[in-house]
């Protein structure tokens, strides 16, 4: 008893409440920025705790605001803080706290989307890739607006293994509205399966931990939301280049609602179209005739393991542009005084 005594969790001195911070300094929340403060207390330490042990670990929060999350993981006992703050007027209160766990936190006012993350911790704590995740945890309530080009990015970095994976396979847990959150973790032939999906679940091992309904938050946003939780994996599921999966990802899920042959042929040019396409899917050993949410991630490895062989035997493949190609086009049926296809027109409105 005498030794767990000896760890017990860093303990914060008496501050005032997020509810009296945000009346100290003025603090409103910006629709602009798709703020929403999340003040219990209890709902931070439940987020907190999907992060995983953080004790003596290094975290980074993401959009702190007033810090209702940020007293949660000091209270985990974490060795080092490190605070990312866009909205100046969020600084005062952070530094509050700050004093209050004196060498733990450091901030910087700074955006998350241009901040250089591999240098954001002691190179010390580095591992490689296939060994346990090292002791870096990365924690954030995101503003809505923020939340999908942000995770992008990060899966962006896992594929590459570089930023904040430049330490090896660093833990994520964020907020999403509730049907991203939905997104990240859907099964083949659910509504919600979509480009973000694979994207996060060829990378990572995505669980989505919790839902908060949207009354805990000030203000209270129109939709609820979810804590997800993201493990980098070992070995991708998909073992190409992230912007070649993509590639194929977003072109299978371009026309969502039709066969998936239908957002393949977008790969490619129109002169030889229809073959190529016939290859892709032959070579894949994919049913054309399944629609993109249905398809599995063995699928979607097949497609991009044979458009990749493809593109390698044609380069011009991989830049091939079909939003450009359609542009082109309808400039040339503009100046030419052409109507159009009323098939092309459709498929532009959907573009």
């Known amino acids: 008893m005498a030794a767990r005594g000896k760890v017990a969790a860093f303990r914060l001195p008496p501050l005032p409440t997020i509810g009296e911070i945000i009346k100290l300094f003025r603090l409103k929340a910006l629709k602009q920025l798709s703020q929403n403060f999340l003040l219990d207390l209890r709902l931070t330490d439940k987020i907190v705790k999907q992060a995983g042990e953080l004790k003596n670990a290094h975290v980074c929060e993401v959009g702190p605001g007033p810090g209702g999350i940020t007293r949660s993981i000091l209270s985990a006992g974490v060795e080092q803080l490190l605070l990312i703050e866009k909205d100046a007027r969020f600084i005062p209160g952070l530094q509050m706290l700050s004093e209050a766990a004196p ?3 450091r901030i910087v006012h700074g955006d998350i989307l241009t901040y250089k993350m591999e ?3 002691p190179k010390h704590l580095k591992k490689d890739w296939e060994d346990e ?5 990365i924690i954030g ?6 939340s999908t ?4 990015k990060w899966l962006e970095s896992v594929s590459k293994r570089d930023g ?4 090896g396979r660093t833990q994520m847990t964020l907020t999403f509205q509730k049907e991203v959150g939905e997104r990240l973790t859907a099964n083949p032939g659910s509504n919600q399966r979509s480009r973000l999906s694979i994207m996060a679940q060829h990378l990572c091992t995505v669980e989505n931990c919790f839902i908060i309904p949207g ?3 000030v203000p209270k946003p129109e939709v609820d939301v979810s804590v997800v939780h993201f493990t980098p994996l070992v070995q991708p599921k998909i073992q190409q280049p992230f912007e070649l999966v993509e590639k194929v990802v977003r072109s299978v899920f371009q026309f969502r609602r039709k066969y998936c042959f239908r957002g393949i042929e977008t790969l490619f040019p129109e002169n030889g179209r229809l073959k190529r396409t016939e290859q892709l899917m032959m070579t894949a050993n994919v049913d054309p005739t399944l629609r993109p949410f249905q398809l599995s991630m063995s699928q979607f490895r097949n497609l991009c393991n044979a458009y990749r062989k493809m593109c390698d035997e044609d380069p011009s493949l991989f830049v091939f542009n079909y939003r450009e190609e359609l542009r082109q086009k309808k400039m040339t049926e503009t100046l030419l005084g052409s109507t159009g296809q009323p098939e092309q027109t459709e498929e532009q409105n959907q573009l």
């Open 215 to 217: 009354q805990a938050f």
């Open 133 to 137: 995740p090292p002791d870096i945890h």
């Open 119 to 121: 240098k954001a911790f």
């Open 141 to 146: 309530n995101l503003p809505f607006s923020v």
């Open 103 to 105: 060498g733990k936190v």
């Open 164 to 167: 904040p994976f430049t330490y």
């Open 149 to 152: 080009p942000l995770i992008i």
